[in-house]
């Protein structure tokens, strides 16, 4: 276990425990435990769910942070589960995207990786 990498801890009733990090620093994950907690007003989520930060643990799985690149966000796309409408899947991805980068950088990296993920599914088409 690395005790000068953290990791965001969000563990849901039912459901396996996320593990998001590494994170170098430790206000990079309590910032990131801060804002997913303040997104659990307004997102579906899993009754009891818990969010919380702790020390990395290279032993246990973790779900990696998520990149700043439009074209890697817009890949990724694809390997997100779908969402039922019972929160399962929370975090999602921009639900991660959300609390590393903040709203706003969340925001313009988003619409610009659906542009070229809805580009690639029409590349896809014409083929």
């Not at 929160?87 to 070229?116: I, T």
């Amino acid at each position: 276990m690395s005790e000068a990498q953290f990791a965001v801890i969000v563990t849901r009733p039912g459901h396996d425990t996320v593990r998001i990090g590494p994170f170098d620093f430790r206000h990079q994950a309590e910032h990131a435990t801060w804002d997913f907690r303040s997104q659990l007003r307004n997102t579906t989520h899993p009754d009891g769910t818990t969010i919380d930060f702790g020390p990395y643990d290279e032993s246990l799985p973790h779900t990696s942070r998520t990149p700043r690149d439009a074209m890697e966000l817009a890949l990724l796309m694809d390997s997100e589960p779908d969402g039922d409408g019972t929160g399962s899947n929370f975090p999602d991805l921009f639900s991660r995207l959300h609390a590393e980068a903040g709203y706003e950088e969340a925001a313009r990296l988003w619409k610009n990786a659906c542009s070229l993920y809805d580009s690639l599914q029409a590349e896809d088409v014409e083929v």
